[in-house]
């Protein structure tokens, strides 16, 4: 359930949205929001997540064509991939592969908070300014 994003601009090149509070988040069923429609993104899933103090992620999974990167943005916990765990904390970055079973925990008294970002596993061609086009513009915030 994502009733709580609200679109704060837009327009064919872009769509700017608001999903509120972090505790706004945890009030979703899985404590988890999902951007992809709400941002219109075509070639990603961008979800926000809160983990409650001391709480397991229900399931593991693994994906059909998609890798993950979770970044974990607070806490601490622990991270399982296949036959392998690991301990996670602010900054951690980890990526996924589609095959990979993984699993996580929020090992800490309080809130983790984290994005886990989804895209198709070898589809980015080019990056950074690679694909960049640096160009004139008008700041219209001043
Ligand atoms: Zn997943």
């Not at 765990?85 to 309080?110: H, K, Q, W, Y």
Request: charged share 25%; glycine share 6%.
């Amino acid at each position: 359930m994502n009733s709580r994003i609200e679109q704060i601009a837009g327009s064919n090149n872009f769509t700017a949205v608001n999903f509120g509070k972090l505790n706004q988040v945890l009030e979703n069923a899985d404590g988890k929001i999902f951007l992809k429609e709400a941002t219109k993104t075509t070639g990603m899933e961008i979800s926000i997540s809160v983990l409650s103090p001391r709480t397991d992620l229900s399931i593991f999974h693994s994906h059909k064509q998609n890798e993950e990167t979770y970044i974990a943005l607070s806490r601490k916990g622990k991270f399982q991939v296949d036959d392998q765990c690991f301990d996670i904390s602010e900054g951690s970055v980890i990526r996924v592969a589609p095959d990979g079973l993984r699993g996580m925990t929020n090992s800490s008294n309080e809130q983790m908070v984290y994005v886990v970002i989804q895209a198709k596993e070898n589809s980015l061609e080019q990056y950074t300014m690679e694909d960049g086009v640096i160009q004139e513009a008008t700041p219209l915030w001043k």
